[in-house]
DNA sequence: CGCTTCGTTCACTGACACTGAACGATCGCC
DNA sequence: GGCGATCGTTCAGTGTCAGTGAACGAAGCG
């Protein structure tokens, strides 16, 4: 069992795509390859149906992904403990994010905590983004920055750190992509990808709203579990997505349009376990609110 | 993060031994001793106190061979049913064994069952001898072949597969080493080893009896939660063991022997969840009666 | 003070991890 | 429908590093 493969598998399971998983991996698009399916062969059969334009999960890919993932995270956070009790360091603290904008703020207060309170370590993962809280809640993450609204009550969360546009993610065919802006009105009979698992249904109403303001339908389509695989989708003309602005320049695709949306922007702030607020999470906190901005 | 040195890490971890890490790798001394020191120049801290004469975990190793164990069995058994389930089988069935012997057994079970019952794919692991009935109540394993007596009443247990002869492993300078037999009333204030963790109480008599027939008593001694461990005080003159017979050929030791012990033998049969009595646990334990003999 | 049993060091070598270039496929587009 | 772009795969070549065997020092034993 070779840790290379896994990780290949796992990173290609989100990413769906073998050059972006290359360059994740520092390796050639080709090494990804045969990675993969070396992988396959030990298995004894596909993990992913693939043509040269577009890769999925098989079912028995996506079963071995969600077997893999927690034991996964779990050796990483094991070693991340080890070296941290080496250096004499009491107290790891589990950060999470959930996109490339989230991430890049999370890693500037991670490193402004390396000066401020060298005492706690902070270790750095990206939360999967079909249950956006059940990690959180099984303690795999200490605190999460995430999209607002967060109404749970088990969970608390800061104030707002980041704040951006929304856009529209549509197929440069749609008819609305060549329009410079859109209004959620405009969303009346577009069908909006919707989400598989079970989200909270503010948070599914907020990020694929079911009516307009003038109480129009907005349909929902296919549901998908993964933003690459939402992409795909909306590449392939199967339905379009609303997505924060960063989207369009961290997630280009050729057949992807982002129409500029005017409607409230997402806001992004910290959230963690209502009970566990202790001294490291509140460092954290206070470290990114004077970070982030 | 190679998951070789993982590996070799959690063998040394229970095996204590450089040369024995390195049969059960297949391969040198010189390469584990490499991996292992990798391992901890990546962690930062020494994970193993070592001399030339003896291997203990440090604290920090003890920790991180804790947090990994669960994982690195958890990848294991994700590989084994997605590789199960290519094959077309719908049943893995996770069989533990406690020692060499028991280990022999089911692998002769396991290898009748692939005859008897292709459609179930049988998964072979050795049961950590600190707590021996939680992983099989976690779920980790469905049967595994241990020592009676097994009195739990969430557990249910099959008849007597195996028994053999116990006997008592002492340095060899002690006063019953030179005995060609011993009772238990011999043991009247030789410190027997006891056992790290919690176990039932019934269970850590019948392996470390507190009192001789006649009620004198057999002190306990340092707590161990390893047999190779156990092994190790008992070669430096620590305490003694009890141990069945066939720790003599399979774990021979130059400063320990093992002296045939004149009391009941030990009995090994298969336990199982008392809810969770399938078929596939069903099969095993119908194989194992007709090929175990 | 030899003898044995360990873990470690070190120079060497063969396997294989990894690459770049070429190839075939599948799109979209004019 | 042919052209260009994008993507996954194949393949031969190469540099690296995984893994070895021999030598060595330390530790216990008699």
């Given at each position: 069992?070779?840790c290379d493969?896994?990780d290949c598998?796992?990173i290609l399971?989100?990413e769906?795509?073998f050059g972006r998983t290359a360059e994740r991996m520092r390796l050639s698009r080709a090494r990804v390859?045969q990675l993969?399916?070396?992988?396959?062969?030990?298995?004894?059969?596909?993990?992913?149906?693939?043509?040269?334009?577009?890769?999925?999960?098989?079912?028995?890919?996506?079963?071995?992904?969600?077997?893999?993932?927690?034991?996964?995270?779990?050796?990483?956070?094991?070693?991340?403990?080890?070296?941290?009790?080496?250096?004499?360091?009491?107290?790891?603290?589990?950060?999470?994010?959930?996109?490339?904008?989230?991430?890049?703020?999370?890693?500037?207060?991670?490193?402004?905590?390396?000066?401020?309170?060298?005492?706690?370590?902070?270790?750095?993962?990206?939360?999967?983004?079909?249950?956006?809280?059940?990690?959180?809640?099984?303690?795999?993450?200490?605190?999460?920055?995430?999209?607002?609204?967060?109404?749970?009550?088990?969970?608390?969360?800061?104030?707002?750190?980041?704040?951006?546009?929304?856009?529209?993610?549509?197929?440069?065919?749609?008819?609305?992509?060549?329009?410079?802006?859109?209004?959620?009105?405009?969303?009346?009979?577009?069908?909006?990808?919707?989400?598989?698992?079970?989200?909270?249904?503010?948070?599914?109403?907020?990020?694929?709203?079911?009516?307009?303001?003038?109480?129009?339908?907005?349909?929902?389509?296919?549901?998908?579990?993964?933003?690459?695989?939402?992409?795909?989708?909306?590449?392939?003309?199967?339905?379009?997505?609303?997505?924060?602005?960063?989207?369009?320049?961290?997630?280009?695709?050729?057949?992807?349009?982002?129409?500029?949306?005017?409607?409230?922007?997402?806001?992004?702030?910290?959230?963690?376990?209502?009970?566990?607020?202790?001294?490291?999470?509140?460092?954290?906190?206070?470290?990114?609110?004077?970070?982030?901005?």
């Amino acid at each position: 069992m070779d840790c290379d493969e896994l990780d290949c598998f796992l990173i290609l399971a989100t990413e769906l795509h073998f050059g972006r998983t290359a360059e994740r991996m520092r390796l050639s698009r080709a090494r990804v390859s045969q990675l993969v399916q070396r992988l396959e062969r030990r298995v004894g059969a596909p993990l992913f149906a693939r043509t040269s334009r577009r890769v999925a999960l098989t079912t028995l890919g996506r079963r071995l992904r969600d077997d893999l993932e927690p034991h996964q995270r779990g050796i990483k956070a094991a070693m991340a403990r080890a070296i941290a009790s080496a250096k004499g360091i009491d107290e790891v603290l589990l950060v999470g994010f959930t996109n490339p904008l989230t991430g890049e703020a999370v890693v500037k207060a991670a490193e402004a905590m390396r000066g401020r309170h060298p005492d706690v370590a902070v270790e750095i993962c990206e939360v999967p983004f079909n249950d956006p809280f059940g990690l959180l809640r099984q303690g795999e993450f200490d605190v999460q920055l995430t999209a607002f609204p967060v109404r749970e009550s088990d969970l608390d969360a800061g104030p707002v750190l980041l704040s951006e546009k929304r856009t529209l993610a549509v197929h440069k065919g749609h008819p609305l992509a060549g329009r410079g802006e859109v209004t959620v009105e405009d969303l009346a009979g577009v069908a909006l990808l919707d989400f598989e698992g079970e989200p909270p249904s503010y948070w599914r109403d907020f990020h694929a709203p079911p009516r307009t303001p003038s109480g129009r339908e907005i349909p929902r389509g296919a549901a998908v579990g993964n933003f690459q695989e939402a992409l795909t989708l909306v590449g392939a003309g199967k339905g379009a997505l609303l997505s924060p602005a960063h989207a369009a320049d961290y997630h280009p695709r050729p057949n992807v349009v982002y129409v500029p949306l005017a409607a409230e922007p997402v806001d992004y702030g910290l959230v963690w376990r209502a009970g566990d607020e202790n001294r490291a999470v509140r460092a954290f906190a206070d470290t990114a609110r004077k970070v982030v901005a």
